[in-house]
Each structure stands twice: as structure tokens, then as C-alpha cells.
């Protein structure tokens, strides 16, 4: 995990995207919903109501935490104060 997570903030970007496919699957639903009770007059019923605004919310809510998570790492990295590159060797041209 130390490996994974020392030079590299990829880890705390997954929960930006899994915020965004989620919240984009409730959005999806929503929209089907409504375009179901618009264009053949079904009703819809609380409970698929009621799970597309909780995925949506909980959607919402993973992209702030990603957001987050990636300005921690952000920080992080950046207080390590690590050089951008790693010379194997010094060679001289004279």
C-alpha cells in the first residue's frame, strides 16, 4: 500500500470516478423515470424515487471526497520535498 500510495494520488482519483458513474447511473434512472411517467403515464412509485436521490446524493457526495482526497495527496507530495528526477550517475563534459 505504501508503494501504491507514495508517488502517486491514482488511488484517491478512483473515488472521484466512481462518484461520477454513480451520480451519472442516478441520473440516468431519474431522467428514465420521468420520461416513462411523461411518454406512457406509469407512476412512479416511492421507492425508485426515493433510490435515484440517494445515489445521486451519495454519488455527489464520493466526487467531493475524491476532490478532497486528491488535494491531501496533493499536499502530501508535496511536502515530502522529493527531487523531480533521480540521476543514476553525474557525468562531467569538460
Given at each position: 500500500?505504501?508503494?501504491?500510495?507514495?508517488?502517486?494520488?491514482?488511488?484517491?482519483?478512483?473515488w472521484t470516478y466512481i462518484g461520477l458513474a454513480v451520480a451519472g447511473v442516478a441520473f440516468?434512472?431519474?431522467?428514465?423515470?420521468?420520461?416513462?411517467?411523461?411518454?406512457?403515464?406509469?407512476?412512479?412509485?416511492?421507492?425508485?424515487?426515493?433510490?435515484?436521490?440517494?445515489?445521486?446524493?451519495?454519488?455527489?457526495?464520493?466526487?467531493?471526497?475524491?476532490?478532497?482526497?486528491?488535494?491531501?495527496?496533493?499536499?502530501?507530495?508535496?511536502?515530502?520535498a522529493r527531487p523531480k528526477y533521480i540521476l543514476k550517475g553525474k557525468n562531467s563534459v569538460?
Amino acid at each position: 500500500l505504501e508503494g501504491i500510495t507514495s508517488f502517486s494520488t491514482f488511488p484517491l482519483r478512483i473515488w472521484t470516478y466512481i462518484g461520477l458513474a454513480v451520480a451519472g447511473v442516478a441520473f440516468l434512472y431519474g431522467a428514465w423515470m420521468i420520461f416513462d411517467t411523461l411518454a406512457f403515464g406509469n407512476a412512479v412509485r416511492g421507492y425508485p424515487s426515493l433510490l435515484v436521490s440517494i445515489l445521486f446524493l451519495g454519488g455527489i457526495q464520493l466526487i467531493g471526497i475524491g476532490v478532497l482526497g486528491e488535494y491531501i495527496g496533493r499536499i502530501y507530495i508535496e511536502t515530502k520535498a522529493r527531487p523531480k528526477y533521480i540521476l543514476k550517475g553525474k557525468n562531467s563534459v569538460k
